[in-house]
């Protein structure tokens, strides 16, 4: 009869903390953003954010779906809409904080917003002189995608629902590369003359409307930049993202990329995007109006980081 190993129980364990507090870190951000939605201000400017479907510079097909939604969305009744949005959104958080019917909710999740993205972020456009990344709400597709391909539902979890295996690891690669993919997008316009030439442009845009002590955060980190240059600043941003994207997308140094990322991506969050502000009665600095886009992506890395060890692990278990 085999005796089970202890210090792999042990590792075992710790892993399936760190893989359940990423994800209840994502339904705390989640019910912020529910709490940041029930504001009536919310109501009165939701359906003008489908306008970002035909800003200048989005191509016509766009530009009509997002008249079409518009014009659906006005049908129903803005304010049944917004009601029927916060209700599915304080849905989602609940089970992604409890874990109840997560393993089927992250679904809901996932296509909620792509639809978000494709309306409310316009694809992430326009795509012009500027852009900077794909947008919001893609990203919060990408972390209820990555529940799903890691099984996230089975740590910290108060229902457990779904099953309780550890994912293949053709389920981690996917997930690696579909991250990557999106740093990969992101670094192709940091490496665009708008960028190049204009980083500081962006963080100084971040401080308008912020509290004095954020405000004075972003000033000095524009300052330090200023220091270095602003040119040098963006260039080594952009191969800071160039690696990043490369290690994701082929596996190469990426236990030391995780963790250079996410730490990179909360750096971003409390500078270029102004900690997801300016906050005001119905609105925040981003898309959707939620916190942020650059620490969800922190919590990406944080699952993969978890994903990975638990993979290593289960490949360790095996041998032995």
């Not at 939605?37 to 779906?65: C, E, I, K, N, S």
């Not at 803005?78 to 904080?97: H, R």
């Not at 990557?180 to 940091?190: E, H, I, S, V």
Request: one cysteine or more.
């Amino acid at each position: 009869m085999r005796t089970p190993n202890l210090h792999l129980l042990d590792n075992r364990n710790r892993i399936e903390w760190a893989l359940g507090l990423s994800r209840l870190l994502f339904g705390a951000m989640c019910l912020v953003n529910v709490a940041l939605h029930l504001d009536p201000a919310y109501r009165t400017h939701f359906l003008a954010m489908f306008g970002a479907d035909w800003v200048p510079g989005q191509p016509a097909w766009l530009a009509a779906y997002g008249h079409a939604m518009a014009a659906l969305v006005g049908g129903i009744g803005v304010g049944a809409v917004v009601y029927a949005s916060v209700a599915l959104e304080a849905l989602l958080a609940f089970s992604l904080l409890s874990g109840w019917q997560l393993h089927r909710l992250a679904w809901v999740g996932l296509v909620y917003n792509l639809w978000l993205w494709s309306t409310v972020g316009g694809l992430g456009g326009p795509y012009t002189a500027g852009a900077t990344d794909p947008g919001t709400a893609i990203a919060y597709a990408l972390v209820f995608a990555l529940i799903l391909l890691t099984h996230g539902w089975r740590p910290l979890a108060a229902f457990r629902h779904g099953p309780v295996d550890a994912p293949a690891q053709w389920k981690f690669t996917l997930a690696r590369v579909l991250f990557g993919l999106l740093w990969a997008f992101d670094t192709w316009w940091k490496w665009q003359p708008a960028f190049l030439h204009g980083a500081g442009t962006y963080l100084a845009g971040s401080i308008a409307g912020q509290p004095h002590w954020i405000a004075a955060y972003i000033g000095f980190v524009l300052h330090v930049i200023q220091r270095v240059g602003t040119e040098n600043f963006a260039i080594f941003a952009a191969l800071a993202e160039s690696a990043l994207a490369f290690s994701l997308l082929t596996g190469v140094l990426i236990d030391l990329a995780m963790p250079l990322g996410a730490f990179y991506s909360l750096v971003l969050w409390s500078t270029a995007e102004g900690m997801g502000g300016p906050y005001g009665a119905g609105f925040t600095g981003n898309k959707g109006d939620v916190l942020g886009t650059a620490n969800v992506y922190a919590v990406v890395f944080l699952l993969l980081i978890a994903a990975r060890a638990e993979r290593r692990l289960a490949s360790r278990g095996a041998a032995h």
